[in-house]
């Protein structure tokens, strides 16, 4: 490389030095003026793509750093005791009677839930070397290591790391539990075991979760359910060993030898469903297994937590001994026979389409709604349960029924007592939920079952609120959520910060959120709201960057949970925390302790109803909603942000899940999924589902949107995340994209040049031109600086606004990475240009091979040129033993030329891509 860009700081004294340029000429594009120095030394040979490498993973080891310091903050691990706060609450508790403490301690509070989807983009080692690096908070020097992309994911990796974050999880949540009863023990000494305290819950969908996907069979998550429980049953066992290494009480012993047993034929069982797969005849071996009467077969935990909790109430046992007997008690009643509790999920139109064949009846039908909303709950309320067995698991079809009857063949025979969450992705209509709730029914598991809604997409948004209203005024579903005692309703952040923006969708949410706890408290007296907030890892899939109580604050605002005290609507809220990026919290003893500290903390405080401006002056705020919604509703909608998302992007992913990345309809940006949709915008450089819409909205009333900014604590919050957003977002590296697939820019590079190298470099742009990028990536990014440049200005006026030079030196190593991307596609479109002719016999052409360079998906393009072009060394000695004659000539027949010249480069080169593309999801703390 040239001594001039060697380093990652001559990079960005390159990048200062273009910028400075700016004010004399302001078309200056910084990032793509660096592209183009490192792109002529590319095509000169002055630059090998190695050294490219190097420079991206020396800047994205900072990004790292940074990434792990960010979590190190947002846990408050500089904290000597991340207890001692929640300790000191609960010793307070315990001042005001016993009372009290059990109405505090005993009342569900809910949780957090594992979820999976295609987050799980690096190798196990390097979210180790992250959790590493943010617990010991190493210097901003000393980066936590390489980067590698994950080469593979299956389902059952992803279970398998879940697994591993569920046992942080567990670990943590038993702290708690015996800070809380050691704090009782010591203000009730007679009274305390008497107490029930219930801990965080612990769940997950992975491997359970059927929406967008259809690769997960019954058995399969059967099977999962089995050694779920199997290895909890093994938690249990080692718990009571330890508890006999200090007493042998024969309680404890009887205990033991009880789970011992249970956990031999747990693991039988679960061994015997693995083998089976879809097998008929070993389905009908693990079935005839496991249904036939055993009396070392657990179903529930009764007996046992008896047990335990008859030797924590013994006097005359070790105080110690007795806490950690109540303390494992609890830890069963909160897990049950599994290691978290399950959420199947499927999607409405699988519910829908059973209701239209199954029932005759059509739930999306307008005219027909309250037919059949009235029809379903005629229906639930006169179903009689029907008894089936695996063969009925087996021989049927329909997605919707047979996850029911995995719901019941669970509950009978695996865990009778742990609730199942049913979620119901993309609901808009409740008939669809009268439909899951008719179908719970008939298979008898409706009162274990919580049926949940999920409101993500723009319509649920909007009538959500009378969506629920309708539903709770059902008398069938009516009484299903008295008699489970809550009302479950699931809110994505993720989906629907896709479709009108994160900052609209937080808004959105919070309003439908207010709108159930209403028509709950009225209609309802007594029943619980869970809400179920689900949302990536990144701000652009609804993650808050701050601390805990900052990220659970924002999808359950203070303002909410103080108005559904206020109404004496108990409040239960489940978090998600999704893929390899959520499981980081989970991924060291001390990063788990400060989740569910946090996670107990924010259930136990109430707020006091805000004084603030945002839920008083409502026309400028729900103007404002309008606003920005509008904004990005419209974006979504138009071609050149389509051409933007499904030209530019998608060749710089990976496949970083086991689920697809697409939807199966018609193409187009809805048919991405949130997750790779937002992995495409990080990696253009323009997060504008988070940065963007506010600059554009109200322009005739921006003094009284400043006033409300700088006088609200809500507005200031959902601004904060677009500010956050906004400091990762370059406008001059989504330009540079634009300009690399510019064909004016391939005639100006062609001047002046070789013969060979002026042919390819006018090929390049015949093919540009024809694949037409540049047009609507530049419109968009000329939509995006319009409102971003209204925004920065918006900013400049708030309370302590972020100095502009500082955002500028923060975005130099996304620059950096840009710059190196954008060198290395330009000569990788210099060398397509060069391609030789490829044979018909192959079955392609050679503009088929362009067109994958053009994408740059160039490990395919190569596999398709070494096929056409296939070398011969190693066999050229044989060959040469051959006696017929023939003339010499140059052509030697195993094209090293092309080897030499093309494949090799192009190798070279897709490392520099892959490497950068690795790299920049550290700058936004997640992988889409």
Same mark, same amino acid.
């Given at each position: 490389?040239?001594?001039?860009?060697?380093?990652?700081? @001559?990079?960005?004294?390159?990048?200062?030095?273009?910028?400075?340029?700016?004010?004399?000429?302001?078309?200056?594009?910084?990032?793509?003026?660096?592209?183009?120095?490192?792109?002529?030394?590319?095509?000169?040979?002055?630059?090998?793509?190695?050294?490219?490498?190097?420079?991206?993973?020396?800047?994205?080891?900072?990004?790292?750093?940074?990434?792990?310091?960010? +979590?190190?903050?947002?846990?408050?691990?500089? @904290?000597?005791?991340?207890?001692?706060?929640?300790?000191?609450?609960?010793?307070?508790?315990?001042?005001?009677?016993?009372?009290?403490?059990?109405?505090?301690?005993?009342?569900?509070?809910?949780?957090?839930?594992?979820?999976? /989807?295609?987050?799980?983009?690096?190798?196990?080692?390097?979210?180790?070397?992250?959790?590493? /690096?943010?617990?010991?908070?190493?210097?901003?020097?000393?980066?936590?290591?390489?980067?590698?992309?994950?080469?593979?994911?299956?389902?059952?990796?992803?279970?398998?790391?879940?697994?591993?974050?569920?046992?942080?999880?567990?670990?943590?949540?038993?702290?708690?539990?015996?800070?809380?009863?050691?704090?009782?023990?010591?203000?009730?000494?007679?009274?305390?075991?008497?107490?029930?305290?219930?801990?965080?819950?612990?769940?997950?969908?992975?491997?359970?979760?059927?929406?967008?996907?259809?690769?997960?069979?019954?058995?399969?998550?059967?099977?999962?359910?089995?050694?779920?429980?199997?290895?909890?049953?093994?938690? #249990?066992?080692?718990?009571?060993?330890?508890?006999?290494?200090?007493?042998?009480?024969?309680?404890?012993?009887?205990?033991?030898?009880?789970?011992?047993?249970?956990?031999?034929?747990?693991?039988?069982?679960?061994?015997?469903?693995?083998?089976?797969?879809?097998?008929?005849?070993?389905?009908?071996?693990?079935?005839?297994?496991?249904?036939?009467?055993?009396?070392?077969?657990?179903?529930?935990?009764?007996?046992?937590?008896?047990?335990?909790?008859?030797?924590?109430?013994?006097?005359?046992?070790?105080?110690?001994?007795?806490?950690?007997?109540?303390?494992?008690?609890?830890?069963?009643?909160?897990?049950?026979?599994?290691?978290?509790?399950? /959420?199947?999920?499927?999607?409405?139109?699988?519910?829908?389409?059973?209701?239209?064949?199954?029932?005759?009846?059509?739930?999306?039908?307008?005219?027909?709604?309250?037919?059949?909303?009235?029809?379903?709950?005629?229906?639930?309320?006169?179903?009689?349960?029907?008894?089936?067995?695996?063969?009925?698991?087996?021989? =049927?079809?329909?997605?919707?029924? !047979?996850?029911?009857? &995995?719901?019941?063949?669970?509950?009978?025979?695996?865990?009778?007592?742990?609730?199942?969450?049913?979620?119901?992705?993309?609901?808009?209509?409740?008939?669809?939920?009268?439909?899951?709730?008719?179908?719970?029914?008939?298979?008898?598991?409706?009162?274990?079952?919580?049926?949940?809604?999920?409101?993500?997409?723009?319509?649920?948004?909007?009538?959500?609120?009378?969506?629920?209203?309708?539903?709770?005024?059902?008398?069938?579903?009516?009484?299903?959520?008295?008699?489970?005692?809550?009302?479950?309703?699931?809110?994505?952040?993720?989906?629907?910060? !896709?479709?009108?923006?994160?900052?609209?969708?937080?808004?959105?949410?919070?309003?439908?959120?207010?709108?159930?706890?209403?028509?709950?408290?009225?209609?309802?007296?007594?029943?619980?709201?869970?809400?179920?907030?689900?949302?990536?890892?990144?701000?652009?899939?609804?993650?808050?960057?701050?601390?805990?109580?900052?990220?659970?604050?924002?999808?359950?605002?203070?303002?909410?949970?103080?108005?559904?005290?206020?109404?004496?609507?108990? &409040?239960?809220?489940?978090?998600?925390?999704?893929?390899?990026?959520?499981?980081? /919290?989970?991924?060291?003893?001390?990063?788990?302790?400060?989740?569910?500290?946090?996670?107990?903390?924010? @259930?136990?405080?109430?707020?006091?109803?805000?004084?603030?401006?945002?839920?008083?002056?409502?026309?400028?705020?729900?103007?404002?909603?309008?606003?920005?919604?509008?904004?990005?509703?419209?974006?979504?909608?138009?071609?050149? $942000?389509?051409?933007?998302?499904?030209?530019?992007?998608?060749?710089?992913?990976?496949?970083?899940?086991?689920?697809?990345?697409?939807?199966?309809?018609?193409?187009?940006?809805?048919?991405?999924?949130?997750?790779?949709?937002?992995?495409?915008?990080?990696?253009?450089?323009?997060?504008?589902?988070?940065?963007?819409?506010?600059?554009?909205?109200?322009?005739?009333?921006?003094?009284?949107?400043?006033?409300?900014?700088?006088?609200?604590?809500?507005?200031?919050?959902?601004?904060?995340?677009?500010?956050?957003?906004?400091?990762?977002?370059?406008?001059?590296?989504?330009?540079? #994209?634009? =300009?690399?697939?510019?064909?004016?820019?391939?005639?100006?590079?062609?001047?002046?040049?070789?013969?060979?190298?002026?042919?390819?470099?006018?090929?390049?742009?015949? =093919?540009?031109? !024809?694949?037409?990028?540049?047009?609507?990536?530049?419109?968009?990014?000329?939509?995006?600086?319009?409102?971003?440049?209204?925004?920065?200005?918006?900013?400049?006026?708030?309370?302590?606004?972020?100095?502009?030079?500082?955002?500028?030196?923060?975005?130099?190593?996304?620059?950096?990475?840009?710059?190196? !991307?954008?060198?290395?596609?330009?000569?990788?479109?210099?060398?397509?240009?060069?391609?030789?002719?490829?044979?018909?016999?192959?079955?392609?052409?050679?503009?088929?091979?362009?067109?994958?360079? +053009?994408?740059?998906?160039?490990?395919?393009?190569?596999?398709?040129?070494?096929?056409?072009?296939?070398?011969?060394?190693? =066999?050229?000695?044989?060959?040469?033993?051959?006696?017929?004659?023939?003339?010499?000539?140059?052509?030697?027949?195993?094209?090293?030329?092309?080897?030499?010249?093309?494949?090799?480069?192009?190798?070279?080169?897709?490392?520099?891509?892959?490497?950068?593309?690795?790299?920049?999801?550290?700058? #936004?703390?997640? $992988?889409?």
């Amino acid at each position: 490389m040239s001594k001039a860009l060697e380093h990652k700081d @001559a990079l960005f004294a390159a990048l200062r030095n273009y910028a400075d340029q700016i004010s004399a000429e302001p078309r200056t594009n910084s990032v793509f003026r660096l592209a183009q120095d490192l792109f002529t030394q590319l095509s000169s040979g002055e630059t090998a793509p190695q050294a490219l490498v190097a420079q991206a993973q020396a800047i994205g080891e900072d990004l790292a750093g940074a990434r792990a310091h960010r +979590l190190h903050q947002q846990h408050g691990l500089d @904290a000597a005791n991340p207890w001692q706060d929640l300790a000191e609450r609960i010793e307070a508790d315990a001042g005001k009677g016993l009372e009290h403490f059990r109405e505090t301690y005993e009342r569900p509070i809910g949780g957090l839930v594992f979820t999976a /989807h295609p987050t799980f983009a690096y190798e196990p080692a390097t979210y180790d070397q992250l959790a590493a /690096h943010a617990v010991s908070n190493a210097g901003a020097g000393d980066g936590p290591g390489p980067t590698a992309a994950r080469k593979s994911v299956t389902l059952d990796d992803e279970h398998a790391a879940t697994q591993s974050a569920i046992i942080h999880a567990q670990a943590a949540a038993r702290r708690y539990l015996s800070t809380l009863l050691h704090a009782a023990q010591d203000a009730f000494p007679k009274d305390w075991h008497l107490l029930e305290p219930v801990a965080p819950s612990v769940a997950s969908w992975v491997g359970y979760d059927l929406d967008g996907r259809s690769d997960i069979s019954w058995s399969k998550s059967f099977a999962n359910r089995l050694q779920e429980k199997a290895d909890q049953l093994d938690r #249990y066992h080692a718990a009571v060993e330890r508890l006999l290494d200090r007493s042998q009480l024969a309680p404890l012993v009887q205990v033991r030898e009880r789970l011992a047993r249970a956990c031999a034929l747990a693991h039988r069982e679960a061994e015997a469903f693995a083998r089976a797969g879809d097998d008929l005849e070993r389905i009908v071996e693990a079935a005839n297994l496991l249904t036939q009467p055993d009396p070392d077969r657990l179903v529930d935990l009764d007996v046992i937590r008896a047990q335990l909790r008859a030797v924590a109430a013994g006097e005359k046992n070790a105080p110690a001994l007795r806490l950690d007997c109540a303390v494992l008690a609890a830890e069963m009643q909160s897990y049950g026979l599994g290691t978290a509790r399950i /959420h199947l999920r499927l999607n409405a139109v699988q519910i829908g389409s059973v209701i239209r064949r199954d029932l005759g009846v059509q739930p999306n039908d307008a005219k027909l709604g309250r037919v059949a909303l009235e029809t379903l709950n005629e229906r639930a309320a006169s179903i009689e349960p029907i008894a089936i067995n695996f063969g009925d698991l087996v021989s =049927e079809q329909s997605t919707a029924r !047979r996850q029911m009857m &995995l719901c019941a063949q669970i509950l009978k025979h695996v865990d009778a007592r742990t609730p199942i969450r049913f979620l119901i992705a993309e609901s808009e209509n409740p008939a669809t939920v009268m439909g899951a709730l008719y179908l719970a029914k008939q298979y008898g598991v409706a009162d274990r079952l919580d049926i949940s809604p999920l409101f993500e997409t723009p319509d649920a948004l909007k009538n959500g609120g009378r969506f629920m209203t309708k539903l709770i005024r059902t008398r069938s579903f009516a009484d299903h959520v008295r008699t489970r005692g809550q009302l479950s309703v699931q809110f994505g952040f993720s989906d629907a910060g !896709r479709f009108i923006g994160q900052l609209a969708a937080g808004m959105a949410i919070e309003r439908i959120q207010n709108l159930i706890s209403q028509s709950l408290a009225r209609e309802l007296p007594g029943v619980a709201l869970l809400v179920f907030n689900t949302h990536g890892e990144s701000i652009g899939r609804g993650a808050y960057p701050g601390t805990l109580q900052d990220r659970l604050d924002y999808v359950l605002s203070p303002w909410t949970r103080a108005r559904c005290a206020a109404k004496s609507l108990e &409040l239960r809220n489940e978090v998600s925390f999704q893929g390899g990026d959520g499981l980081l /919290h989970f991924a060291r003893p001390q990063l788990a302790d400060t989740v569910i500290a946090a996670l107990v903390t924010h @259930a136990l405080s109430t707020p006091l109803i805000p004084e603030d401006p945002f839920y008083t002056d409502t026309n400028l705020v729900w103007d404002f909603y309008r606003e920005v919604r509008d904004w990005h509703e419209h974006l979504f909608d138009s071609e050149d $942000y389509a051409g933007l998302i499904s030209k530019l992007g998608p060749g710089f992913l990976w496949q970083a899940g086991s689920r697809p990345t697409r939807r199966a309809k018609a193409g187009g940006p809805r048919t991405l999924r949130a997750i790779s949709h937002n992995a495409i915008l990080q990696q253009v450089g323009a997060p504008v589902n988070s940065a963007c819409g506010l600059g554009s909205s109200m322009p005739s009333e921006r003094d009284e949107l400043v006033q409300l900014i700088n006088r609200s604590d809500r507005m200031r919050q959902l601004v904060k995340l677009a500010i956050t957003a906004r400091m990762n977002t370059s406008i001059p590296a989504l330009r540079g #994209y634009a =300009e690399v697939y510019d064909p004016s820019l391939w005639i100006a590079l062609s001047r002046r040049q070789s013969d060979d190298v002026r042919r390819a470099r006018i090929r390049v742009a015949d =093919e540009v031109r !024809r694949r037409g990028s540049t047009h609507c990536i530049m419109s968009c990014a000329d939509k995006f600086s319009v409102d971003l440049a209204e925004f920065d200005e918006l900013i400049s006026e708030l309370q302590d606004p972020q100095p502009i030079e500082l955002r500028h030196e923060a975005r130099l190593p996304i620059h950096a990475l840009h710059a190196i !991307r954008q060198g290395a596609m330009l000569r990788i479109l210099e060398i397509a240009g060069a391609l030789p002719a490829v044979s018909a016999r192959h079955g392609y052409e050679v503009g088929d091979i362009i067109a994958l360079l +053009l994408d740059m998906r160039v490990r395919e393009a190569i596999a398709m040129l070494c096929e056409a072009f296939p070398m011969f060394a190693g =066999e050229t000695d044989i060959l040469d033993q051959l006696t017929e004659r023939r003339d010499p000539d140059d052509w030697q027949g195993d094209y090293s030329d092309i080897k030499r010249d093309i494949i090799e480069p192009l190798a070279a080169l897709a490392e520099v891509i892959e490497a950068v593309a690795v790299e920049i999801p550290h700058a #936004y703390s997640a $992988y889409g």
